[in-house]
């Protein structure tokens, strides 16, 4: 449907992953050729509360980051294309481009995976870990948790954003701008067809995902 789209001479808002790997590059191609805008669904890119810890590093490093989901379904979906890819893309977000594996583990319980541990490192040495579960009855919660090499750390948790207090270890929840990431991540393509400039999460973005989805899935999780 996409590639019909882009035929017709339609820009195209995809949800993510944006079908295979193979899929989305024929479609990236495609958008490139014909001079058309094409974003990819990844929403928590655009969520307020992302916006608000990069305006708050102001140059700072990230030193580790970790990424947690628990969750209850969408057990037909493959796991790391499906659910891994959000931590991905908020790292690529953060303006990480570089990911080496270093280990990757999953567990299965009612489908055949349905929780994955992967460890990362990522440029200037950041570690990167993520862990999604999926067979967590009662529970949805997604927390990213970020350490700078100047010692500040941020928890964003679900759509609350909170700073660790240095020496009493209180933590302070910080304000976000009250926009959802949908509204935000469709603001954008809509200004990128206004303007004919490059939206954030574009195919490009999309097909850096995938590669690095497909280093784990190539890695085999070990069950």
């Not at 995809?14 to 989305?24: A, D, Y």
């Not at 481009?97 to 990757?104: M, P, Q, S, W």
């Amino acid at each position: 449907i996409a590639m019909q789209a882009l035929q017709a001479g339609k820009h195209v808002f995809l949800e993510k992953p944006g079908g295979s790997h193979k899929e989305l590059g024929e479609i990236v191609a495609e958008a490139k050729k014909r001079g058309l805008i094409l974003t990819i669904g990844y929403e928590f890119v655009h969520h307020p509360a992302l916006m608000e810890i990069k305006r708050m590093l102001r140059g700072d490093k990230i030193k580790s980051l970790h990424f947690s989901w628990l969750k209850y379904g969408t057990f037909n979906d493959e796991i790391v294309p499906h659910l891994a890819c959000h931590a991905i893309s908020i790292a690529k977000g953060l303006g990480f481009t570089k990911f080496e594996l270093v280990d990757a583990r999953g567990y299965g319980f009612i489908a055949h995976t349905d929780i994955v541990w992967c460890d990362l490192i990522l440029e200037d040495a950041t570690d990167f870990t993520i862990y999604i579960d999926r067979a967590a009855p009662n529970t949805k919660n997604r927390i990213l948790k970020l350490k700078t090499v100047s010692n500040k750390t941020y928890i964003w948790q679900d759509d609350s954003l909170f700073q660790v207090q240095t020496g009493d270890e209180k933590i302070l929840e910080l304000d976000v701008p009250k926009i959802t990431p949908v509204a935000a991540e469709i603001e954008d393509f809509l200004l990128s067809i206004g303007s004919g400039g490059k939206p954030f999460v574009d195919g490009q973005f999309g097909l850096g995902v995938w590669e690095v989805v497909e280093k784990i899935q190539k890695s085999r999780p070990r069950q």
